[in-house]
C-alpha cells in the first residue's frame, strides 16, 4: 500500500492557461473523489468514480472543468482557461467500496495550483 | 443540505493539558460522522470515525461520541503533546457518498 500519490505536487499558471492533474489511487480501490480547498477552508467536493464511471458532479464544477478515469485506475482533472479563482488545493482521494456506512476516504497530498 | 460547523481556531494550549474541539452537523437520513487530522505539510488522515449513534471512535487518545439528539461529534483528548499540532477537520457522509467537511480547527500545543 503506497498511498494515494498526486502529481504535480504545485503548479504554477498565467490565466486563461490549461493545467491537468493527475491522481493514482491505493492500487485496489475503485473509487476515487475529487475535493478542492481553499485557504482556511475546509475540502470541498466536485466529483468522484466508481471504477470508470463518473457518479456525481458537484455544481462547483463548471463547464471549463473535466474530470476522467479511463480505465478505472488513475484520474486526471482538467482546468481549461484557467482564472484566478481556481487557485487552491486540489485533493484528491480513494476508496474500497464496501456498502458500509463507514467506508473510509483516503487522501493524497495534494496539488496546489497557482494561478497568476 | 448537509453542513458541519466547527469552532474556530486557532486553539492554543500547553503540553498535557485537556482538549475540546467542538463539532455539530446538520444532515438528512444517518450520516456516518469523521475526524481528520492535517499535519504541516502533509494530506489529510483519518484519526477517527463512528457510524451510528452513541458510537464512540477513538485513535491514538482522542476520542469522539456520536451524539444523535445534540447532532454532535466533539473530539476529546485527555492530554495533548506537542506532535499533535495540526488542523483537525470534523467531516460527514449521509445518503451519498461524498464527504462534506467543517472549515477546520487549528491546534497549537506549547511545550
Known amino acids: 500500500d503506497t498511498g494515494v500519490s498526486q502529481n504535480p505536487r504545485h503548479k504554477i499558471t498565467k490565466r486563461g492557461q490549461n493545467v491537468t492533474f493527475r491522481c493514482d489511487p491505493i492500487?485496489?480501490?475503485?473509487?476515487l473523489y475529487w475535493y478542492r480547498q481553499t485557504l482556511g477552508q475546509g475540502p470541498e467536493f466536485l466529483t468522484y468514480?466508481?471504477?470508470?464511471?463518473?457518479?456525481?458532479k458537484s455544481r462547483l464544477l463548471s463547464d471549463r472543468f473535466s474530470a476522467e478515469r479511463p480505465k478505472g485506475s488513475f484520474s486526471t482533472l482538467e482546468i481549461q482557461r484557467t482564472e484566478q479563482g481556481d487557485s487552491a488545493m486540489y485533493l484528491c482521494a480513494s476508496s474500497l467500496r464496501t456498502g458500509g456506512a463507514g467506508e473510509t476516504q483516503y487522501f493524497g497530498p495534494g496539488t496546489r495550483l497557482l494561478v497568476l | 443540505g448537509n453542513s458541519v460547523t466547527q469552532m474556530e481556531g486557532p486553539v492554543t494550549l500547553s503540553e498535557e493539558a485537556f482538549l475540546t474541539i467542538n463539532c455539530t452537523y446538520t444532515?438528512?437520513?444517518?450520516?456516518?460522522l469523521f475526524w481528520y487530522v492535517q499535519y504541516p505539510g502533509e494530506g489529510l488522515q483519518l484519526l477517527l470515525k463512528a457510524t451510528k449513534a452513541d458510537d464512540k471512535g477513538s485513535n491514538k487518545g482522542f476520542e469522539a461520541t456520536y451524539r444523535k439528539e445534540t447532532t454532535s461529534f466533539h473530539l476529546e483528548k485527555g492530554s495533548v503533546q506537542v506532535s499533535d499540532s495540526a488542523v483537525y477537520f470534523c467531516?460527514?457522509?449521509?445518503?451519498?457518498?461524498?464527504?462534506?467537511f467543517g472549515t477546520g480547527t487549528r491546534l497549537a500545543v506549547r511545550p
Open positions: 492500487s485496489e480501490h475503485n473509487r
Open positions: 444532515a438528512t437520513g444517518y450520516p456516518s
Open positions: 467531516a460527514l457522509k449521509s445518503s451519498g457518498d461524498k464527504l462534506t
Open positions: 468514480f466508481q471504477n470508470e464511471a463518473q457518479l456525481e
